[in-house]
């Protein structure tokens, strides 16, 4: 009994399984589609995989939690994530991750009041040599700067 | 030849030589420029020919150990019960490395070319390039390129018209740089959490769903194809014997022209940093982190270990001047590791510095070694109160002392590498954690806003 996934993230799934050897092997790219048609990872997405790839609902649980690019609870449309290492810093970061507090009106690990932004830091993205950067909605922002910044949070509808 | 802007005067890149063509990642382009070229060199030879060809140009694994990867590959056994897997270390997570996300965003189908020949190689039907997960643009246009493949009949059930069935997926990561770790990244790819495995059994045995695995990183996979075109002596003739090959290096921090630099194996460290610039806003060298966040620091002093033998120390070389290789970076006292460069100027606080290290990795330890998942987070706390002012001269010992019963105690290297730059930090600059204490706090100024710049090195989707 499917209780959120739409059909056609079960499909999208389903694809995936003639890739690997055993089916819990597509838990993470699952969770991947199940966030991005849920938003985060309920108990009923996590009951919908673990139904799906045969595996016990604690296994879908703990993973959701190991890695940190899964909400296990509501996050904004967005979630923007700025990276705080070192040569983001180096370049300025520190300030970078103010302004967006500032902008925002919110703290790390916040979501807006309108749902709009989830904010997060990140570590390294392996773009140090454009940073400070962040990234979101599976691009990169680079090279920031507060005026680049807040036109960025500012445009995301 | 081709050079770019980002290499030595008159050197030839290869590496990075189509990263600055346009639509230099489609099959057209590479195809072009003699792609697929070196599988089908590969292809005509036996299995055991092609380990035995990279194995004389003892091409150093690029992903953080520099092992060499022809005989990694010889451990594969010939006879396996369970399928065998080539897969593809594409989690770069390694603070101040960015190389391998152009390789894959400007040049995927050299990746495609050397994961290819590798798992012909070692008899592997199935390859897997494990992305993190932070990766669009790259796991966009890898994928497209792996598509293309398919398309032309380089992967399939034939590869270039040689019966041999070959299949490659492209497995995007969720976030945790420990997965990085070759055996980690094999539990994350299985579905599981990313926690290193015990050693032994190493991966060339017992890998991927139980079947014999090599895993090796994106750039090292990446050289695989100029071996078979140009050769094993070309390979050679660029810095020694058991250096070679040409060497895509990362730098940020305090350069003028940050970006990814390609330069023979061996080139001198303080060249590179010439090459960029040289320190920004005419400040002066403070030391260098040279392979990744993990390595130790280089500071510009004289370095015994790298002068001739009976050299007077007026003629010693400086740390900074060491030849970029993982043996000669490791005769200065470091690790080329990642050849992620990062460069500090004089106005760089060193607490600062390894407080900010420090909350990576307590944040990325997996936690299932005592000394890792406590001493990384006990530490930060200590190296944060130094930094505010708040701790004693007892406290910078009782901080040496307690990384260095980290080193060596766990189950895979993140506790060492987190330890290992702690030590380092300490040991060159300790006067400088003992002012904090005695000045209650931090003088150095905050680090200015300032973005590395070139938009060249941005992702254009
Ligand atoms: C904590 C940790 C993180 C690592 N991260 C990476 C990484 O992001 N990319 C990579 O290629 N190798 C990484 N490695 C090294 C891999 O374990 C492995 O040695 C490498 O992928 C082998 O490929 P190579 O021989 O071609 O270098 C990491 C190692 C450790 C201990
Ligand atoms: S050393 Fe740290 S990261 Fe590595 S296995 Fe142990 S706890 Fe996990
Ligand atoms: S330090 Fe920010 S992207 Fe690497």
């Given amino acids: 009994m499917v209780r959120v996934l739409s059909q056609e993230t079960i499909a999208n799934i389903e694809k995936l399984f003639p890739r690997y050897p055993t089916r819990m092997a597509v838990l993470i790219p699952a969770l991947h589609l199940a966030q991005n048609q849920v938003g985060h990872i309920s108990e009923e997405v996590e009951l919908d995989i673990a139904e799906l790839l045969d595996v016990p609902p604690t296994r879908v649980r703990e993973v959701a939690t190991f890695y940190t690019m899964f909400h296990t609870k509501t996050a904004g449309k967005h979630t923007v994530r700025i990276c705080r290492n070192l040569s983001c810093q180096l370049r300025g970061a520190e300030q970078i991750m103010q302004k967006a507090k500032e ?46 910044l807040e036109k960025f949070l500012v445009g995301l509808k | 030849m081709t050079t770019h802007p980002y290499a030595p005067q008159g050197f030839e890149v290869t590496l990075s030589k189509r990263w600055f063509v346009a639509k230099g990642y489609t099959y057209e382009t590479y195809v072009k420029d003699g792609g697929y070229e070196g599988l089908k060199k590969a292809l005509a030879l036996e299995p055991g020919e092609v380990i035995d060809t990279v194995k004389k140009c003892n091409l150093r694994g690029r992903g953080g150990a520099g092992f060499p990867a022809g005989i990694k590959w010889s451990f594969v056994p010939k006879e396996a019960e369970k399928p065998k897997y080539l897969v593809v270390n594409g989690d770069e997570s390694e603070p101040g490395t960015y190389k391998d996300r152009y390789v894959l965003s400007r040049d995927p189908h050299m990746v495609i ?19 993190r997960g932070e990766f669009g643009l790259p796991r966009r246009r890898l994928e497209a390129a792996v598509a293309e493949a398919y398309d032309k009949g380089i992967l399939g059930d034939s590869v270039l018209g040689k019966p041999y069935k070959l299949n490659a997926a492209v497995h995007r990561g969720a976030g945790a740089y420990i997965c990085g770790e070759e055996t980690a990244l094999l539990e994350s790819l299985e579905g ?11 991966p060339a045995v017992v890998g991927a769903f139980g079947g014999p695995t090599i895993v090796n ?7 695989v194809p100029l071996i078979f075109t140009r050769g094993v002596d070309w390979f050679l003739s660029m810095g020694s014997a058991k250096n070679g090959g040409p060497k895509i290096i990362c730098l940020s921090g305090h350069v003028e022209r940050p970006g990814v630099y390609e330069v023979p194996n061996g080139f001198p460290c303080n060249k590179l940093i010439e090459l960029a610039g040289g320190v920004w806003k005419g400040r002066k060298l403070k030391a260098v982190i040279p392979g990744g966040s993990s390595t130790p620091l280089l500071v510009p002093h004289a370095c015994q270990a790298l002068a001739a033998e009976g050299a007077p120390e007026s003629d010693w070389p400086l740390e900074t001047d060491t030849p970029l290789d993982f043996d000669s970076v490791a005769r200065a006292g470091s690790m080329f590791g990642s050849a992620g460069m990062i460069v ?38 200590m190296l944060w109160r130094l930094e505010r002012g708040e701790a004693t001269e ?57 973005p590395h710049g070139d938009p060249f090195w941005e992702d254009t989707p």
């Fill in chain 2, 344 to 381: 500090l100027d004089e106005n760089t606080c060193m607490v600062r510095t390894l407080a900010i290290l420090g909350n990576f990795y307590a944040h990325e330890s997996c936690g299932q070694c005592t000394p890792c998942r406590e001493g990384t987070g006990w530490n930060t706390k």
């Fill in chain 2, 394 to 450: 007892d406290d910078i010992d009782t901080i040496n002392s307690a990384s260095s019963h980290m080193l060596g105690m766990t189950i895979c290297p993140l506790a060492d590498a987190f330890a290992m730059p702690v030590q380092s930090y300490l040991k060159k600059f300790r006067e400088e954690f003992v002012e904090h204490v005695r000045r209650k706090g931090c003088w150095f100024p905050p680090f200015e806003l300032s």
């Fill in chain 2, 192 to 202: 599981k959490i990313g926690r290193p495995r015990l050693k032994p059994p190493f």
């Fill in chain 2, 217 to 223: 990183n994106v750039e090292t996979l990446s050289c």
């Fill in chain 2, 113 to 131: 070319e050397g994961a290819a020949i590798a798992a012909y190689a070692i008899g592997a039907h199935q390859i897997y390039f494990y992305l």
């Fill in chain 1, 103 to 148: 902008v925002l009106g919110i703290d790390f690990g916040e979501t807006t009041a309108d749902g709009r932004i989830t904010l997060e830091h990140d570590e390294c993205l392996a773009a140090c040599g454009t940073g400070p950067a962040l990234w979101c909605d599976d691009n990169l922002v680079e090279n920031l700067t507060e005026e680049k």
